[in-house]
């Protein structure tokens, strides 16, 4: 988003070191966990500064990251702060920065056990070690602390699919290691995003925006947090998740009357044309009066298969604006 951005370890010099609190923020623990792996196996700050708040430098926080780091792989937590103690981090290979704004070296943000953010936010960091971890308590509070803090597009955006990719790319090339840590975060986006979200809003005529995926499509989180903005901002919304038969998703549209449909396609496979025309050619209403819905094609599988008069919105935010529109229109 062209803001450099550094690692908690980077900036833990700056203003005397971290606090405890900054610390387990970017770790993606609980603050009485870094106090415990300080009590209990001496993983505490090596300097101590005046008054009783205690400050991390760079290389304490290093050393916590290589506990984090080492657990993350199952490692007892007395082994793992053994070696956490007294083994330096593996170098890294020798390389060229890549260059961020005006000129200077790019700082990038990584996770534990090979978990390559990139140049993210540092609420990435903490999420991906506490979904290694499969801390279910630490993971919540983070996705929860990142919505509250961004909101609900940025965080999606900015935090939450950056991590999901990065879990994602691991799975990949693991060899079918890490497919529970996949699951186990985005069960617990799907938790946040619904907890982070208000009441459902009260269906007004015409100006309902219906969700669903594709026959065939099973991924839903992207509609849950589009569904979740929308009723942010006081759209109503009928949502239908994954895998809705066509018969279904037309009786769905026939009974809810809806300003606008979004069909999301994950993959170029499901995506049909047929079936997002036939939808945008629906019609309800007294004769004279008949009124079509607003439809989006929404997800990459959409990417080169450009339905003639349908929009295609590019990322979330756009996404929200669209359908936001379509409600608002048919409500004045």
């Given at each position: 988003m062209g803001v450099q951005r550094e690692s908690g370890a980077n900036r833990a010099g700056d203003a005397g070191g971290l606090t405890t609190g900054e610390v387990a923020r970017r770790l993606g623990v609980a603050p009485t966990t870094v106090r415990t792996w300080d009590r209990r196996y001496g993983l505490g700050p090596d300097a101590h500064t005046g008054g009783r708040h205690?400050?991390?430098?760079?290389a304490d926080v290093a050393k916590l990251e290589r506990m984090c780091a080492l657990t993350a792989t199952g490692l007892p937590p007395a082994e793992a702060a053994r070696l956490a103690r007294t083994e330096e981090p593996p170098a890294a290979a020798?390389?060229?920065?890549?260059?961020?704004?005006?000129g200077a070296p790019a700082r990038r943000s990584r996770a534990g056990s090979g978990l390559r953010l990139g140049d993210v936010r540092q609420e990435c960091r903490g999420i991906a070690r506490a979904a290694l971890r499969l801390?279910?308590?630490a993971l919540d509070e983070l996705l929860l602390a990142a919505i509250d803090q961004h909101g609900l597009v940025a965080a999606w955006t900015e935090v939450i699919v950056p991590?999901?990719?990065?879990?994602?790319?691991?799975?990949?090339?693991?060899?079918?290691?890490?497919?529970?840590?996949?699951?186990?975060?985005?069960?617990?986006?799907?938790?946040?995003?619904r907890r982070a979200t208000p009441r459902t809003v009260a269906d007004r005529p015409g100006a309902t925006a219906v969700l669903a995926c594709v026959p065939g499509?099973?991924?839903?989180l992207p509609l849950e947090v589009l569904s979740a903005a929308l009723t942010e901002r006081g759209v109503p919304v009928r949502m239908f998740g994954g895998?809705?038969?066509?018969?279904?998703?037309?009786?769905?549209?026939?009974?809810?009357?809806?300003?606008?449909?979004?069909?999301?396609a994950q993959s170029r496979t499901t995506a049909s044309r047929p079936l997002a025309q036939h939808v945008a050619a629906m019609e309800w209403g007294v004769r004279?009066?008949?009124?079509?819905?607003?439809v989006l094609t929404l997800g990459p599988g959409w990417a080169g298969q450009a339905v003639a008069g349908l929009a295609r919105?590019?990322?979330?935010?756009?996404?929200?604006?669209?359908?936001?529109?379509?409600?608002?229109?048919?409500?004045?």
């Open positions: 205690r400050r991390w430098t760079a020798p390389s060229r920065p890549a260059a961020g704004p005006g801390d279910a308590a991590t999901l990719q990065a879990v994602g790319r691991k799975w990949e090339t693991s060899g079918e290691m890490y497919v529970e840590v996949e699951h186990f975060l985005s069960w617990h986006v799907s938790g946040a995003l499509e099973n991924h839903t895998a809705l038969p066509v018969e279904s998703l037309v009786a769905a549209v026939r009974r809810t009357g809806p300003a606008a449909v979004g069909l999301w004279g009066a008949r009124r079509r819905p607003v919105p590019s990322g979330l935010a756009e996404a929200v604006a669209a359908l936001e529109s379509s409600a608002s229109s048919v409500s004045s």
